[in-house]
């Protein structure tokens, strides 16, 4: 794979941003015991999240589920955060949920919310093709007009095309690597993030150039929309779960793309011990229970701050 020689840049700086690349969280919709989070649970969240980290964006996955949009929206306003609304495109009654939540919910709370995702990864799993979910995309821009609408999905769907018809009508862009391939065994020794995450960094240089390629002036705002290190759970090849480990990615990884002006979605702000067991692509055990940046009771783990 190659390294380009195009450095990832931000290619529109959101409002919530420093001279720095900007930090979010994902962020789950459920409390520990997997009973749905209300208003006070997402304020106890925020205050967490700021506090460990100084970011006030989240990004959650399906605004209709556990009434997220209902609850999340007050929670940002009372605590001075702003949310990209998530919207799960397939099936289509899991859309038409999630779109109602959000033409329901928002208004009133429009400075809350940061952007709508519309689908996450919904290209990488074939549910969709390029065509498809632009129409989805177009409907919920009509839907909500006042709102940046784009999508989420994996590197190498924007880099080899299938996002093409995507990437005109979109505002915003999250760029996704999943999370179960942060490619430790790929990552070669030397300086801090210029090589040890080289081959990651690539990947996300190439969806970056393919994007602004294709769309030229009208290139939308990019984000890296999903990456993390787990502190526990199922180890995947050579990457190893440990809190060293996921310490040493947050620091020189993403870290690293923030202080060179990308914005980052980090996976996720807390463990999630209510998730039941699940297979990964290759057929392998893939744990989701320890992927937190803080534990299920919001105490750190490590050091959040990128400096």
């Known amino acids: 794979m190659r390294f380009s020689t195009t450095p990832i840049m931000l290619a529109a700086a959101p409002s919530v941003a ?6 979010g969280f994902a962020l789950g919709a459920k409390q520990p015991d997997g009973s749905c989070k209300v208003q006070a649970d997402y304020e106890a969240d925020f205050d967490a999240i700021s506090a460990a980290s100084g970011s006030q964006v989240v990004r959650v996955y399906a605004a ?6 209902q609850e999340i929206l007050p929670a940002a306003k009372a605590k001075g955060f702003q949310v990209v609304l998530g919207i799960w495109a397939y099936p289509e009654e899991s859309y ?9 919910f928002s208004p009133g709370y429009e400075a809350q919310v940061y952007a709508v995702a519309v689908g996450s990864e919904t290209l990488y799993r074939g549910e969709f093709d390029g065509a498809a979910l632009a129409e989805k995309i177009s409907d919920m821009k009509a839907a909500t007009p006042d709102f940046k609408v784009g999508t989420a999905d994996s590197w190498n769907k924007y880099q080899d095309g299938t996002a093409d018809p ?11 690597h ?14 801090r993030h210029q090589q040890r995450y080289k081959y990651f960094f690539d990947d996300i240089n ?21 990456t993390g290190w787990p502190t526990g759970g199922t180890q995947y090849g050579a990457a190893v779960p440990s809190v060293e480990n996921a310490s040493r990615f947050y620091l020189e990884g993403v870290c690293g793309m923030v202080d060179t002006d990308v914005n980052v979605f980090f996976f996720e702000a807390f463990d999630e011990p209510w998730k039941p067991d699940s297979i990964g692509d290759d057929g392998s055990a893939a ?11 919001r105490t750190e783990k490590y050091d959040l701050k990128c400096s």
């Open 64 to 69: 209709g589920q556990c009434n997220t949009a």
């Open 206 to 226: 190439q969806a970056f150039d393919h994007i602004r390629a294709v769309a030229g002036d009208s290139t939308p705002e990019l984000w890296v929309g999903e």
């Open 287 to 297: 744990d989701e229970t320890h992927w937190g940046a803080m534990n299920a009771d």
């Open 96 to 104: 038409q949920a999630d779109k109602a939540a959000i033409v329901e």
């Open 178 to 191: 999943p999370r179960t391939a942060i490619l430790y065994w790929r990552m070669q020794s030397g300086p």
């Open 166 to 176: 995507v990437i005109g009508i979109s505002d915003i862009l999250y760029d996704t």
């Open 18 to 23: 420093s001279a720095l690349g900007t930090l």
